[in-house]
């Protein structure tokens, strides 16, 4: 059976790639803390056979990104694709419309394989300044327009202003704030899924 150009395959033989940065690699965090260990378990708690491979790489960019997805997709074939990347092109004041060309790029390469994907948003803190920071907001809403995919509007809502759920560096969420990121992915992972 073919969904999207994609082989569906047996359950056990379904792949989803998360394909991320810190926020995703469970940075100062045992692995099996971090929100992507804990979408495995949801998974395979509900009955969704898939595979979770966690591609992401703490300090990755989006030009690091898009020089390594080619290869993760070839390697991994996944049916779905979670795309989590453009916080460390914020926290560097790196040019807005080079994040949103690299993840165009990406978004483009998932889909020309015929895999689905949820792009999840990044949003700046203020101190980045208000011209700045709406505009890395907005790149991800327009991308997701553009390329008619889904969207989590912004991996930690609800975490990020929470210091009980953050690291002391203030940038990453501690154990305590991962489940709280799985479910802001979750709503909007599960229509992509196949039981």
Not at 22 to 30: E, Q, T, V, W
Not at 77 to 104: C, F, M, S, Y
Not at 135 to 154: D, G, H, S, W
């Amino acid at each position: 059976m073919s969904i999207g150009g994609a082989t569906a395959g047996t359950p056990e033989e379904r792949t989803l790639l998360v394909f991320g940065d810190s926020l995703s690699a469970a940075y100062g965090l045992k692995a099996e803390e971090g929100w992507v260990a804990r979408l495995q378990d949801r998974l395979r708690q509900q009955g969704y056979g898939y595979k979770v491979v966690n591609a992401s790489v703490s300090g990755e960019t989006t030009s690091g990104g898009r020089n390594r997805l080619g290869r993760a997709l070839d390697t991994h074939k996944p049916q779905v694709v979670i795309l989590e990347l453009g916080a460390n092109d914020g926290l560097r004041g790196l040019p807005v419309q080079d994040a949103r060309t690299n993840l165009a790029a990406m978004i483009r390469a998932v889909q020309e394989r015929g895999a689905r994907l949820l792009l999840v948003g990044i949003q700046m803190p203020p101190n980045y300044g208000p011209r700045y920071a709406d505009a890395f907001a907005a790149m991800y809403p327009q991308l997701a327009k553009e390329f008619n995919v889904p969207l989590v509007p912004f991996l930690l809502d609800g975490v990020a202003l929470d210091d009980s759920l953050m690291q002391a560096d203030g940038l990453h969420p501690n154990a305590a704030g991962q489940p709280r990121l799985l479910d802001n992915v979750w709503a909007h992972l599960v229509p992509l899924l196949e039981r």
